[in-house]
């Protein structure tokens, strides 16, 4: 695709519900990141892949916290039983190589999470 | 620990009027910096890194080692600045190619 894609761009869910937030990145992008804006609190990493592993999960703020990518492509965000603290703007890039630095993160729209 | 600091969240100029976000990084190798700016209803998107050193939108930014410092300058604000500025370090500061955001900066240019 022309970007990277984020779905749904809105989602209100009533607490305690879990909820999916779906991320695809450019094709031929190895690196796809997730991280979570927060009003006053910036951009905060939540976790890395490199293809299919992620090699750093230690931005997951819990363990209701979980993610995954399949296929190199896709991935999903999973949040269980949500939190008030939850809500945020949940944000994907990805970057055509997890391990050259000169490759620069292209960000989706992301998903503003509000949990009532 | 805080590993990049932008201490203005909210900055006002005139149109015409120079601009200068400050940016201040902790890592005592050699720095790769970003600059990212996210435009009102857009994504956000990469403006700049210092290992180009190219001026982008008429901003530029250059690397202090010893100030430990990576501000963004331009010397003329134009409204179509209004944004939201936010500088990044990493990955090999950071770790496993992840960047290190700050808070942020809202630039507010007033016509």
């Known amino acids: 695709g022309a970007g990277v894609s984020q779905s749904p761009s809105n989602k209100v869910t009533e607490k305690g519900k879990d909820v999916e937030l779906r991320c695809d990145p450019i094709?031929?992008?190895?690196?796809l990141y997730w991280y979570r804006q927060s009003l006053g609190q910036g951009l905060e990493f939540l976790i890395y892949?490199?293809?299919?592993?992620?090699?750093?999960k230690s931005g997951l703020p819990s363990d209701r916290f979980s993610a995954e990518r399949t296929g190199g492509s896709v991935s999903t965000l999973t949040i269980q039983r949500t939190q008030q603290e939850d809500s945020a703007v949940y944000l994907c890039?990805?970057?055509?190589?997890?391990?050259?630095?000169?490759?620069?993160?292209?960000f989706g729209d992301g998903t503003r999470l509000s949990i009532l | 620990a805080q590993r990049v600091t932008q201490p203005e969240k909210l900055l006002s100029v005139f149109k015409g009027a120079p601009v200068e976000l400050k940016c201040n990084y902790s890592?005592?190798?050699?720095?790769?910096l970003f600059w990212y700016v996210q435009y009102s209803r857009q994504r956000l998107q990469l403006l700049l890194r210092?290992?180009s050193r190219e001026s982008i939108k008429g901003f530029t930014a250059d690397l202090n080692k010893g100030e430990t410092s990576f501000h963004l300058k331009k010397p003329f604000a134009q409204e179509e600045d209004s944004a939201m500025y936010y500088c990044?370090?990493?990955?090999?500061?950071?770790?496993?190619?992840?960047?290190?955001f700050g808070k942020g900066n809202q630039v507010v240019v007033i016509p």
């Open positions: 890039a990805s970057s055509r190589s997890g391990t050259d630095s000169n490759q620069p993160q292209h």
């Open positions: 094709s031929g992008h190895t690196a």
């Open positions: 210092h290992i």
């Open positions: 990044a370090l990493g990955p090999e500061a950071i770790g496993n190619n992840r960047l290190a």
């Open positions: 892949f490199q293809g299919n592993s992620a090699p750093d």
């Open positions: 890592y005592s190798g050699s720095p790769e």
